[in-house]
């Protein structure tokens, strides 16, 4: 059976510190990945998708940057976090055509500080 | 845009009541699906449903797809404390070139 590691879990840094977040993918080949932030109680906002190696769409503007170096990595990442930063990021896998149902990781709560 | 609106936003009810949670847009779906988040996690899929007037069960649990796929309901029967959560519709069209368009969400608060 498929599954989704995301870590850390929670993570406090000062801004202007550097970023990375890994989310690893088991039991399934060439998936599709994603990463998300999500405010408080609310939908998700896509910020990547990957589709292959090395392939990396971003859906918005911002201080951050992903990463696929292997087929079930994804990573995100910052070169120097703002406040605005701050947030619930989730990572997401999905390997059926169409219908491209996501299966998340257990999410990592950052707070810039 | 393609949208796909979520409502109502919040809904507080107590323990044996029914309700409905409705997901709207103006955009054909090829599928939608419902998911279930609880604080702190990641969603995790209820269901997905593809056929248009297409009606899934998962225990007390009833969702429905909209005859022209471009809504769907999620309803709950004699709600309890555990169903308590955000519920999120998301759907992929082919527009979006399948990626998945977000509701905003439910917040469901099941009062013992």
Same mark, same amino acid.
């Given at each position: 059976?498929?599954?989704?590691?995301?870590?850390?879990?929670?993570?406090v840094?000062p801004?202007g510190?550097?970023l990375?977040?890994?989310?690893?993918?088991?039991?399934t080949?060439n998936?599709n990945l994603?990463?998300y932030?999500q405010a408080?109680?609310?939908?998700?906002?896509?910020l990547?998708?990957?589709?292959?190696?090395g392939?990396i769409?971003?859906?918005v503007?911002?201080?951050?940057?992903a990463?696929?170096?292997?087929?079930?990595q994804f990573?995100?990442s910052?070169k120097?976090l703002?406040?605005s930063?701050s947030g619930f990021y989730?990572?997401?896998?999905?390997d059926?055509p169409?219908?491209?149902?996501?299966?998340?990781?257990?999410g990592?709560?950052?707070?810039?500080? | 845009?393609?949208l796909l609106e979520?409502?109502p936003?919040f809904?507080s009810?107590?323990e044996?009541e029914?309700l @409905?949670?409705?997901c709207?847009?103006?955009?054909?779906? $090829?599928s #939608?699906?419902?998911?279930?988040?609880? %604080?702190?996690e990641?969603?995790?899929?209820l269901?997905?449903?593809v056929?248009g007037?297409?009606?899934?069960?998962?225990?007390r649990? @009833?969702?429905q797809?909209g005859?022209?796929r471009?809504? $769907?309901? #999620?309803h709950?029967t004699?709600?309890q %404390?555990g169903?308590t959560?955000?519920?999120?519709?998301?759907?992929?069209?082919?527009?979006?070139?399948y990626?998945?368009?977000?509701g905003?969400g439910t917040?469901?608060?099941i009062k013992?």
């Amino acid at each position: 059976s498929q599954t989704i590691h995301q870590w850390p879990a929670t993570l406090v840094q000062p801004v202007g510190s550097p970023l990375s977040l890994e989310c690893t993918v088991e039991g399934t080949s060439n998936p599709n990945l994603y990463w998300y932030r999500q405010a408080a109680g609310r939908g998700l906002q896509l910020l990547f998708y990957s589709v292959g190696i090395g392939q990396i769409s971003s859906e918005v503007p911002q201080n951050l940057s992903a990463s696929r170096p292997q087929d079930r990595q994804f990573i995100l990442s910052s070169k120097k976090l703002l406040l605005s930063d701050s947030g619930f990021y989730l990572c997401a896998w999905s390997d059926r055509p169409v219908v491209n149902e996501a299966f998340f990781g257990q999410g990592t709560r950052l707070t810039v500080v | 845009t393609q949208l796909l609106e979520q409502s109502p936003q919040f809904l507080s009810i107590q323990e044996g009541e029914n309700l @409905t949670v409705y997901c709207n847009s103006s955009s054909v779906f $090829s599928s #939608l699906q419902w998911y279930r988040q609880e %604080p702190g996690e990641g969603p995790v899929l209820l269901v997905t449903v593809v056929t248009g007037g297409e009606v899934k069960k998962l225990k007390r649990l @009833t969702f429905q797809f909209g005859d022209a796929r471009k809504d $769907s309901s #999620l309803h709950i029967t004699a709600a309890q %404390p555990g169903d308590t959560g955000l519920y999120l519709c998301a759907g992929a069209t082919e527009d979006s070139n399948y990626q998945l368009i977000w509701g905003a969400g439910t917040k469901l608060i099941i009062k013992p």
